[in-house]
């Protein structure tokens, strides 16, 4: 569209950010899986701007995550330092802006939506409007900045809460949200001319809004209170996710998937219709579940791709690995980074899997740890089945082919082979590859001793007399 060529976005993430209490730089706090700052920019992207300048205090990190996310031509770092203010932050910002009109979000204002911004975008493009801002009416408005309207209605300034005068002001509902579009020339001539005569000794770019309304008209857009909030410490932090996840939840619900209570299912993460999701579950990072696939009572995936009519019994940890249509698994599974578990297999109760392919149809169904394995189809292994990879130094691969069955309680000492069709009996620790069609038998023989159990009875009872 033409007309959303002609848009920048300032991205205001600069500061430490110090009610946080934390080493991390605020903006770069994770909000359902993702830095906070990457919520205003991807906002921005989305309402149509061609370029996004973020201000930072120079942290390499926050930097480095937009460019992993975003590339380095789309997004546009600016460093202010020391921050004076948002009015101080937005003339750095301003320096890098290419295009006639500009949006202006801050970092910590993570639920804001393209949607929201819409008729903020709308009422710059009205004859004599220069300035937008987005407002928001609130039962609690301490700590924000009010919009001040004169008799006739009109926005006449922003004030912030320290510098509030009266009662009259205290008890105005409407509060400043943070987030403006503006003709970027009028900006510049207003941003020109701050001064940082407040209680904070900052530049304010709430100030701006008495500037433009002196010589024109500045709109008011009211937009919805969840949009707004702002995350200045952990407690914003907590609320911020708590409004995010119940977003997704009500978005994946609309869509056809069915979510039961708190399930925490993070941005980016992607549920096919039909599916269902138990409560206490954590879906991370890149996670897709497949259609008709079930992950029940507090699961967490991570990174994991779950194939369709998979059934994720409660409690499951899945990272990093990929699982096929139909496969069984759990409870208490823990299936750990580069495991590819194919179509219809089955996975039981404490097991553990590393790197390890379980071809279509294997089963596993008790107690086993296999690590650095290549386990074939339908290969049966046994309940208390180790593969021993790890010497201390290195990691080696334990080959099993299709159709074998592993006795239980077996050690499989890799690297080690065994062919096609071959068993091992229970209790074997098998240290020599096995061929095709084998059987491997590798354990101490019983001794049975008649009578003995009665006597070693006697024998202790007279011990424990004396
Ligand atoms: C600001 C607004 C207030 C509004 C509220 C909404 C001002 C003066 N006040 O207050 O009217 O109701 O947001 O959430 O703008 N930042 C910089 N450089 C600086 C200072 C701040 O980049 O020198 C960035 C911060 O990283 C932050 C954002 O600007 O993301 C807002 O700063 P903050 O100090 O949190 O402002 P508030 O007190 O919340
Ligand atoms: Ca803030």
Redesign the pocket.
Known sequence: MASQSKLSAIV????K?TRMKSDLP??LHPLCGRPLVEYPVAAAFEAGAAQVVV?TSGQPEIAQALRDRYGADRVAVVV?DP????G??VRFGLAAVLHPRTLIL????PLIRAQDLSGLLGAIDEPGTDLSILTALLENPFG??RVLRDSSGSVRE?R?ERDLRSDGERAVRE????MYAADTEKLREAVAQLSPNNAQGEY???DVVALVAQVSQVAAVQGEADA?V?V?DRADLARAEDLLYARHRDRLRKAGVTIHGDARIDTGVEIAPDAEIGPGVCLRGKTRVGARSRVDVGSVLIDAEIGQGVDVKPYCVISQSSIGNGAQLGPFLHVRPESVIEADVHLGNFVETKKTRMRRGAKANHLSYLGDADVGERSNIGAGTITCNYDGFVKRQTIIGEGVFIGSDSHLVAPVTIGKNAYVATATTVTQDVPEDAMAIGRVRQENKPGYAAKLREKLAAAKKK
């Open positions: 205001l993430a600069a500061g950010g605020k903006v201000v202010q921050p004076r203010g948002t101080d932050a801050y970092g910590d204002t924000y900045g922003v912030e509060v400043n949200a943070g304010y770019l709430t707004l702002g200045n």
